[in-house]
């Protein structure tokens, strides 16, 4: 059930930036976690980075630590990912994902199945 809209995509020589936004259309903004995952072609979708509903866990995946920050606009109900430093392995459609969950701090990369919301994706194209 696709109730989120990410835009922010598009082609962008390495090395660059791109922020990517999610926006909530009629899901409980305030009481849900986000994360973003990303599909290259050919490849199992992975989580890339995740921010709790209290907004004090955030996780990130190794290959984006220090380059990537998820970061939450409440008065917007607007999920970002700051992403900098882009690599040609960064290629893929994002996704942005949500879900309710009774823990302020849960935050979760590890599997799609913890989030029942998810937008339609986005393609991000690193290439010079």
């Known amino acids: 059930q696709l109730q989120l809209v990410e835009s922010g995509g598009g082609l962008v020589q390495p090395g660059g930036s791109l922020n990517l936004s999610c926006t909530n259309s009629?899901?409980?903004?305030?009481?849900?976690?986000y994360a973003w995952f990303r599909q290259a072609p050919g490849k199992e979708r992975e989580g890339v980075a995740c921010?709790?509903?209290?907004?004090?866990?955030?996780n990130y995946a190794d290959s984006v630590k220090g380059r990537f920050t998820i970061v939450r606009d409440n008065a917007k109900e607007t999920v970002f990912l700051q992403m900098n430093n882009l690599k040609i392995e960064d290629t893929a459609v994002y996704f942005c994902?949500?879900?309710?969950?009774?823990?302020?701090?849960?935050?979760?990369?590890?599997?799609?199945?913890?989030?029942?919301?998810w937008g339609q994706g986005t393609q991000v194209t690193i290439s010079s």
């Open positions: 994902a949500a879900v309710s969950p009774p823990s302020y701090t849960f935050c979760g990369l590890d599997s799609t199945i913890r989030y029942p919301t």
């Open positions: 009629r899901f409980n903004y305030e009481t849900s976690a």
């Open positions: 921010l709790s509903r209290s907004g004090s866990t955030a």
